[in-house]
Nanobody
């Protein structure tokens, strides 16, 4: 059974930082592209960042470029999202996802809430 478990969300003031983690089990972690998505109230789900299987290629959404960093540790089956210079508009539920390609995600975590107060 595949599980993706996110942690690290919480309440932070604007300008602050958070680091999200997602631990995967039940799959060959290094065989999957990993992504972080978010969904804010009243908005569609948005791809925040993704990372290739071995971590040599990353992609960031325009709204987070220069502020967020995605990384992974295949030995620990974990993907991270370092979020700096947080803004109120970053408030959302953040989900990690695993997929066979950068455009297809098969497995999803339950999400972790990030709230940025202005």
């Amino acid at each position: 059974q595949v599980q993706l478990v996110e942690s690290g969300g919480g309440l932070v003031q604007a300008g602050g930082s958070l680091r999200l983690s997602c631990v995967a089990s039940g799959l060959t972690f290094s065989g999957y592209v990993m992504g972080w998505f978010r969904r804010a109230p009243g908005k569609e789900r948005e791809l925040v960042a993704r990372i290739s299987r071995i971590g040599d290629t990353t992609y960031y959404g325009d709204s987070v470029k220069g502020r967020f960093t995605i990384s992974r540790d295949n030995a620990k089956n974990t993907v991270y999202l370092q979020m700096n210079s947080l803004k109120a508009e970053d408030t959302a539920v953040y989900y990690c996802a695993a997929g066979p390609s950068r455009v297809e995600y098969t497995y999803w975590g339950q999400g972790t809430q990030v709230t940025v107060s202005s």
